[in-house]
């Protein structure tokens, strides 16, 4: 038997010959094997009829081995009953996962999806290590040894599988009362060029982003100016609320602060959903368990849950947005 040509089939056959061999008992074999010991027999057989030699003397009272049949079994018991139990502890490994995952995740895609998982994830795999990366720069998750993300729908690699984990966002202009007295509101998109706007960078670009509004259905960019230029929202929404400008952040940025009085929606007829966050990762015909668990747990919570809800909830309460059909813009 050519051991490259080894089947699951051939293996069974091994492992019922082996099983038999050891305890000549074929009643007892199959109940160590949890088979019927006709099923036994006919496995038996089979791997008889393949090496084309009787590997038992069988009578009515008693079972014991042939000449070749003992050669067989000495040569082979070794290498079955290991190959056996690497296959338990494989098994045991599937049941409970256990090594590390790398995540490369959104920094704000960390609030809702992943912060109200982690006790709950945590517990249940107490041996797998979750290896987070937050970061908004657009990296090639399979080059940079990534086994998962969470990020935009609108910067998914085409091939990757990619899960809708919530609802869609929403960018909004806000600034604080006091800054609105100062300086005035705009009425229109465009009027921003007039006022003191807080920019934000793309990790790894070096100019800011052009905020994106919606007009009659289609998209449009205002290079807006400003004082104050960040890579991270979070920081120019504080800014925003001390009054040094005008912040452009989604809702859960700014969900409390206007909720409490300490920022103001502003044109709000000029903004419109954009996809929201995914959970991405390489197609793999057999997972490995750590990671298995860790989209299973996530994908069980595809609505946020806990503060992540609460962040949602009272973003969308706080703001009233046209929602627009099949509307797509890069965030």
Known sequence: ????????????????????AGSLNFSRAAERLGVSSSALSQMVRALEERVGVSLFNRTTRSVSLTEAGAKLFERVQPAVEELAEALGETRERRAHPAGTVRMHCFRAAADLHLTPILRAFSDAYPQVVLDVTLDDAVVNIVAE???????LGE???KDLIAVKLGPELCQIAVASPDYLARHGTPAHPRDLLAHRCIGWRWPGQKTPYKWEFMENGKWFEVAVDGPLISNRKDFGV??????????FASQQLIAAHITEGRLVPLLEAWSAPFPGYYLCYPAQRQMAPPLRAVIDTIRGGLRPTGAGAAVVGAAMAAMTIPRTAGTTAPK
């Open 155 to 157: 910067v998914i690699d």
């Open 238 to 247: 504080q800014a925003a609320v001390d009054g040094v400008g005008i912040a």
């Open 1 to 20: 038997m050519n051991p490259s040509l080894l089947s699951a089939g051939d293996f069974n056959q091994l492992r019922a010959f082996v099983a038999v």
């Open 145 to 151: 040894g990534y086994d998962v993300a969470i990020r």
